[in-house]
């Protein structure tokens, strides 16, 4: 039957008339989710059409073609947008049970009325709905074809490759058999792999809270090994690194979300080796890689030496989601829409618009407030400064002022007073139904905004390309006038990012279609939403060996100079290069250059072969060492290395070891200023006293101080340099000097606070900890070399409490539970004897009356959400 429905449906396909009633039926699905005002171009299709259009899709339902399958989606889905018919309703939703779209189907029932009325369309769904149920927790959930098919292949223990677009609940699906798994299993360990810390922080969340009954299961963002039997890794790929390279863990399952970061420059070379060093260590693993429409997994999986990954791709939204262009044409007051198809550009029509516009942000932001009264809605912003610029325009209007009065989220606004600080702008936003969102923002911040605009108390979101991927933050619109990013837009966006942030346009189970709207797309110089474009899976290692193998040469003989810190190209050769050494003290570079680029021309193989043992016989950075933190300058490494020596053997070394904060006091800032100094002299080559300016905070960060304080410190400090420049100026005037005195005398707080958190999550929990856990390493090393293993027992690794933010065994202990580093500081001057170990820690926990100690709701809930805070007032009940 499907070949023949395949044959029929490549026949209808080919319909002028057929061709022409799709077209009016889209726009006319497309009109009926913008304003009511809007004035349309074409009428509705008429019964007869609608009867058709829905024959053919019942055709195209039956194919074995996704293009088809998609078609026959479309028409079902927009049917039931434009008609009120009990018959069109009842025959769009049989249509989407036969696709085996069962949440669009049960929308179409519980929210547009469609009506059962014969026996066997009810038999229909309920027996379709059986085969696709499936147990989650306590309760049954009913999965689309897709996700059941995946389901099936996941227990059956394929190796997988799952790519589909955003909203198609994949990560949902590897959650739920990754915590199957841990629970059935007698011994288990598995690592997630997340590539941001905003995505660790959500699966992490997720595991918990899924787990929250097992507390045997570990569940753990800390790369080390404890005695548990079970042990669930969620991890960014530099942490697995650390704990490949200090532990013997293997693992049960490996999961990678994200996998085409596999491309992304030097830690997409980090991602990979920490992928092929798991999956060839003792055990025999099942791997699953994730992402949002992506190829190339066959070419990438091959070079690790990973055989027999099967794909398992669908290019079908289970919602429908339009691309609509948006224009104002110039001197009227109106905006023209446009529905993007096949490439071409349909009208819909178009509605009254007053708004006056002097920029494309203003025209955004305008566009967003008019459009954006209908569902949540997401803003794509080029910089951080950019999003909070137009979350403020678009706080100001009196629409949005207007919509928001009844819930102004109280309890955000009172934790960024108390966990951020009390004139921090986003304040007056979010109580207006606005945020921003960036990476750099501090995680439980991020959570609690997102928390909110899940829940609907803020409706308009304006973030940066952070929401791009992997978190699971869908909207009913989309707003994007820019395929660019970063400051002055010099940057292209890669198209398959732009298509996976238009698939957050539309909630699976929540709605049935999402708007993706493209504000003034056709002046755009490039086009790239016009058809779809899904990631090429190309390894940043190989690339980098097959079209950069010069650069590597040149990194392998100490012939870069200077790195451009903002240059990729060089960074990932430096990886490369130390990658490659690795290798040829493993005895593996041979086969290793022969996997990873089998095309490479022999010349160029030869040279890199010859470059790397070269370098190898140069560096005297010991192999465990080099294993670790190959991702640095191996020769500027070996240089410190010998500092270390130089300095020991002169009987300096004592002021190299790093201490904790807590033992120095008011030495600490000095303290830390000389090793970050020394760091950023000896392995970048950066002259001048940048630890001067990242010293304060990262002690600050390192001793658990709450961000408030943190931030305080900085405020202050910066006002105080204003200060005294005002001062100095104001005495050289006095002088006769002609000098331009500043007008400012007060400083911008917000741009302070931006800039603190830019520090910690760009230098402090990045930058710092890569190159302070290879200072660390080294200096142990040469603490042994020379005869003083008494030595090493003094150095406090900061590189880990850098990168928790944390540095006292309780905090790092409720960090372990999945508490963000701001309720873990909270947390723990509550608790004032030594948690012991983990599940000690949880039961005590428990047991704390958490309703006499005044802590924000945002934290109560974290608590609440982890399994960690017990209701006294139900104890009592029962």
Same mark, same amino acid.
């Given at each position: 039957? =499907?070949?023949?429905?395949?044959?029929?449906?490549?026949?209808?396909?080919?319909?002028?008339?057929? =061709?022409?009633?799709?077209?009016?039926?889209?726009?006319?699905?497309?009109?009926?989710?913008?304003?009511?005002?809007?004035?349309?171009?074409?009428?509705?299709?008429?019964?007869?059409?609608?009867?058709?259009?829905?024959?053919?899709?019942?055709?195209?339902?039956?194919?074995?073609?996704?293009?088809?399958?998609?078609?026959?989606?479309?028409?079902?889905?927009?049917?039931?947008?434009?008609?009120?018919?009990?018959?069109?309703?009842?025959?769009?939703?049989?249509?989407?049970? +036969?696709?085996?779209?069962?949440?669009?189907?049960?929308?179409?029932?519980?929210?547009?009325?469609?009506?059962?009325?014969?026996?066997?369309?009810?038999?229909?769904?309920?027996?379709?709905?059986?085969?696709?149920?499936?147990?989650?927790?306590?309760?049954?959930?009913?999965?689309?074809?897709?996700?059941?098919?995946?389901?099936?292949?996941?227990?059956?223990?394929?190796?997988?490759?799952?790519? /589909?677009?955003?909203?198609?609940?994949?990560?949902?699906?590897?959650?739920?058999?990754?915590?199957?798994?841990?629970?059935?299993?007698?011994?288990?360990?598995? #690592?997630?792999?997340?590539?941001?810390?905003?995505?660790?922080?959500?699966?992490? @969340?997720?595991?918990?809270?899924?787990? !929250?009954?097992?507390?045997?299961?570990?569940?753990?963002?800390?790369?080390?090994?404890?005695?548990?039997?079970?042990?669930?890794?969620?991890?960014?790929?530099?942490?697995?690194?650390?704990?490949?390279?200090?532990?013997?863990?293997?693992?049960?399952?490996?999961?990678?979300?994200?996998?085409?970061?596999?491309?992304?420059?030097?830690?997409?070379? *980090?991602?990979?080796?920490?992928?092929?060093?798991?999956?060839?260590?003792?055990?025999?693993?099942?791997?699953?890689?994730?992402?949002?429409?992506?190829?190339?997994?066959?070419?990438?999986?091959?070079?690790?030496?990973?055989?027999?990954?099967?794909?398992?791709?669908?290019?079908?939204? %289970?919602?429908?989601?339009?691309?609509?262009?948006?224009?104002?044409?110039?001197?009227?007051?109106?905006?023209?829409?446009?529905?993007?198809?096949?490439?071409?550009?349909?009208?819909?029509?178009?509605?009254?618009?007053?708004?006056?516009?002097?920029?494309?942000?203003?025209?955004?932001?305008?566009?967003?407030?008019?459009?954006?009264?209908?569902?949540?809605?997401?803003?794509?912003?080029?910089?951080?400064?950019?999003?909070?610029?137009?979350?403020?325009?678009?706080?100001?209007?009196?629409?949005?002022?207007?919509?928001?009065?009844?819930?102004?989220?109280? +309890?955000?606004?009172?934790?960024?007073?108390?966990? *951020?600080?009390?004139?921090?702008?986003?304040?007056? &936003?979010?109580? @207006?139904?606005?945020?921003?969102?960036?990476?750099?923002?501090?995680?439980?911040?991020?959570?609690?905004?997102?928390?909110?605009?899940?829940?609907?108390?803020?409706?308009?979101?304006?973030?940066?390309?952070?929401?791009?991927?992997?978190?699971?933050?869908? /909207?009913?619109?989309?707003?994007?006038?820019? %395929?660019?990013?970063?400051?002055?837009?010099?940057?292209?966006?890669?198209?398959?990012?732009?298509?996976?942030?238009?698939?957050?346009?539309?909630? &699976?189970?929540?709605?049935?279609?999402?708007?993706?709207?493209?504000?003034?797309?056709?002046?755009?110089?490039?086009?790239?939403?016009?058809?779809?474009?899904?990631?090429?899976?190309? %390894?940043?290692?190989?690339?980098?060996?097959?079209?950069?193998?010069?650069? #590597?040469?040149?990194?392998?003989?100490?012939?870069?100079?200077?790195?451009?810190? $903002?240059?990729?190209?060089?960074?990932?050769?430096?990886?490369?290069?130390?990658?490659?050494? =690795?290798?040829?003290?493993?005895?593996?570079?041979?086969?290793?250059?022969?996997?990873?680029?089998?095309?490479? @021309?022999?010349?160029?193989?030869?040279?890199?072969?010859?470059?790397?043992?070269?370098?190898?016989?140069?560096?005297? #950075?010991?192999?465990?060492?080099?294993?670790?933190?190959?991702?640095?300058?191996?020769?500027?490494?070996?240089?410190?290395?010998?500092?270390?020596?130089?300095?020991?053997?002169?009987?300096?070394?004592?002021?190299?070891?790093?201490?904790?904060?807590?033992?120095?006091?008011?030495?600490?800032?000095?303290?830390?200023?000389?090793?970050?100094?020394?760091?950023?002299?000896?392995?970048?080559?950066?002259?001048?006293?940048?630890?001067?300016?990242?010293?304060?905070?990262? #002690? $600050?960060? &390192?001793?658990?101080?709450?961000?408030?304080?943190?931030?305080?410190?900085?405020?202050?400090?910066?006002?105080?340099?204003?200060?005294?420049?005002?001062?100095?100026?104001?005495?050289?005037?006095?002088?006769?000097?002609?000098?331009?005195?500043?007008?400012?005398?007060?400083?911008?707080?917000?741009?302070?606070?931006?800039?603190?958190?830019?520090?910690? !999550? =760009?230098?402090?929990?990045?930058?710092?900890?890569?190159?302070?856990?290879?200072? *660390?390493?080294?200096?142990?090393?040469?603490?042994?070399?020379?005869?003083?293993? +008494?030595?090493?027992?003094?150095?406090?690794?900061?590189? &880990?409490?850098?990168?928790?933010?944390?540095?006292?065994?309780?905090?790092?202990?409720?960090?372990?539970?999945?508490?963000?580093?701001? /309720?873990?500081?909270?947390?723990?001057?509550?608790?004032?004897?030594? %948690?012991?170990?983990?599940?000690?820690?949880?039961?005590?926990?428990?047991?704390?009356?958490?309703?006499?100690?005044?802590?924000?709701?945002?934290?109560?809930?974290?608590? +609440?959400?982890?399994?960690?805070?017990?209701?006294?007032?139900?104890?009592?009940?029962?």
């Amino acid at each position: 039957m =499907s070949s023949f429905a395949t044959e029929l449906s490549k026949r209808l396909l080919k319909a002028t008339e057929f =061709s022409t009633a799709l077209i009016n039926l889209q726009t006319s699905g497309a009109g009926a989710t913008l304003p009511q005002d809007i004035s349309l171009e074409r009428s509705k299709p008429d019964p007869t059409d609608l009867d058709k259009l829905l024959y053919c899709a019942s055709v195209f339902a039956r194919s074995n073609e996704s293009e088809h399958i998609s078609i026959a989606q479309n028409i079902a889905l927009n049917s039931a947008l434009i008609s009120t018919s009990p018959d069109i309703l009842e025959r769009a939703s049989i249509i989407l049970t +036969e696709l085996g779209n069962l949440p669009s189907a049960a929308y179409t029932e519980s929210r547009l009325n469609a009506q059962r009325t014969t026996l066997a369309s009810i038999l229909q769904r309920n027996v379709i709905r059986e085969l696709n149920s499936v147990s989650v927790g306590d309760h049954t959930v009913a999965l689309t074809d897709y996700q059941k098919q995946i389901w099936n292949s996941l227990e059956e223990g394929n190796d997988l490759a799952i790519s /589909a677009p955003t909203s198609a609940g994949k990560s949902f699906l590897v959650i739920e058999y990754l915590s199957r798994r841990a629970i059935e299993e007698k011994e288990f360990t598995c #690592v997630y792999i997340a590539p941001t810390r905003a995505l660790l922080s959500e699966v992490l @969340n997720k595991l918990k809270k899924r787990l !929250e009954n097992h507390i045997e299961i570990r569940i753990s963002e800390i790369p080390s090994l404890t005695g548990s039997e079970k042990q669930v890794f969620v991890l960014t790929q530099e942490r697995l690194q650390i704990l490949l390279a200090s532990t013997g863990a293997s693992f049960d399952l490996i999961i990678v979300d994200e996998a085409q970061n596999l491309s992304d420059g030097s830690r997409g070379i *980090i991602l990979q080796e920490c992928i092929e060093q798991a999956f060839h260590r003792e055990k025999e693993p099942h791997i699953v890689f994730l992402a949002p429409g992506a190829e190339g997994f066959k070419e990438a999986t091959e070079s690790f030496a990973i055989p027999d990954v099967r794909e398992a791709g669908t290019s079908v939204s %289970p919602v429908l989601q339009n691309r609509i262009i948006v224009s104002k044409p110039l001197g009227e007051k109106k905006l023209n829409f446009k529905l993007i198809e096949n490439g071409q550009s349909h009208p819909i029509g178009n509605v009254v618009f007053n708004s006056e516009t002097n920029s494309a942000n203003a025209l955004l932001a305008a566009v967003a407030i008019k459009l954006g009264q209908s569902g949540s809605s997401l803003i794509y912003a080029k910089t951080p400064s950019e999003a909070a610029t137009l979350a403020a325009i678009i706080s100001q209007a009196s629409l949005v002022k207007a919509k928001h009065k009844s819930k102004s989220n109280p +309890e955000l606004v009172e934790f960024i007073k108390d966990h *951020i600080h009390p004139d921090y702008h986003l304040i007056d &936003m979010v109580k @207006n139904g606005v945020a921003f969102h960036y990476g750099q923002m501090p995680a439980l911040l991020r959570e609690a905004i997102e928390a909110a605009f899940k829940k609907g108390t803020i409706d308009f979101l304006v973030c940066t390309t952070t929401l791009f991927q992997g978190i699971n933050l869908p /909207a009913r619109n989309v707003f994007i006038n820019t %395929p660019k990013r970063g400051r002055g837009g010099k940057s292209s966006l890669e198209p398959a990012l732009l298509w996976n942030f238009a698939g957050r346009a539309g909630r &699976m189970c929540d709605d049935i279609v999402g708007n993706v709207f493209l504000v003034d797309y056709e002046s755009w110089e490039e086009k790239p939403l016009d058809e779809k474009r899904p990631f090429q899976i190309e %390894p940043a290692l190989g690339k980098a060996i097959n079209h950069e193998s010069k650069l #590597v040469v040149s990194a392998l003989n100490q012939g870069l100079g200077k790195i451009d810190p $903002r240059d990729e190209t060089q960074k990932q050769a430096i990886a490369c290069a130390g990658l490659l050494v =690795s290798k040829t003290r493993q005895g593996k570079l041979d086969d290793f250059i022969l996997r990873t680029a089998p095309d490479l @021309n022999p010349l160029d193989s030869a040279s890199l072969r010859d470059a790397a043992r070269k370098a190898s016989g140069k560096v005297a #950075v010991p192999d465990e060492i080099l294993s670790m933190n190959w991702t640095l300058d191996i020769f500027a490494l070996d240089a410190l290395l010998t500092f270390f020596k130089e300095q020991i053997d002169q009987g300096k070394g004592d002021q190299l070891i790093p201490l904790s904060p807590t033992e120095l006091g008011d030495k600490s800032f000095k303290h830390y200023i000389s090793i970050f100094n020394l760091i950023y002299s000896k392995i970048k080559g950066w002259k001048g006293n940048l630890g001067g300016y990242v010293a304060p905070i990262a #002690v $600050r960060w &390192m001793e658990g101080l709450p961000y408030p304080v943190i931030i305080s410190y900085e405020v202050s400090s910066a006002q105080q340099s204003l200060d005294e420049k005002l001062k100095n100026e104001e005495a050289m005037r006095r002088t006769g000097a002609r000098i331009r005195v500043s007008t400012k005398t007060k400083i911008d707080k917000n741009q302070v606070i931006n800039k603190t958190f830019d520090t910690i !999550e =760009s230098l402090i929990r990045f930058q710092l900890v890569q190159m302070g856990k290879a200072y *660390i390493d080294l200096l142990r090393y040469a603490f042994h070399k020379a005869g003083r293993p +008494e030595k090493t027992l003094q150095i406090f690794d900061f590189s &880990m409490a850098l990168e928790l933010g944390i540095s006292s065994v309780t905090g790092q202990a409720l960090l372990e539970l999945g508490l963000s580093r701001i /309720a873990a500081a909270e947390v723990q001057k509550v608790l004032v004897e030594d %948690p012991g170990d983990i599940n000690e820690l949880k039961k005590t926990l428990l047991a704390v009356e958490w309703d006499v100690f005044k802590l924000s709701p945002i934290i109560l809930a974290e608590l +609440e959400r982890l399994g960690l805070k017990k209701d006294f007032n139900e104890s009592v009940d029962a």
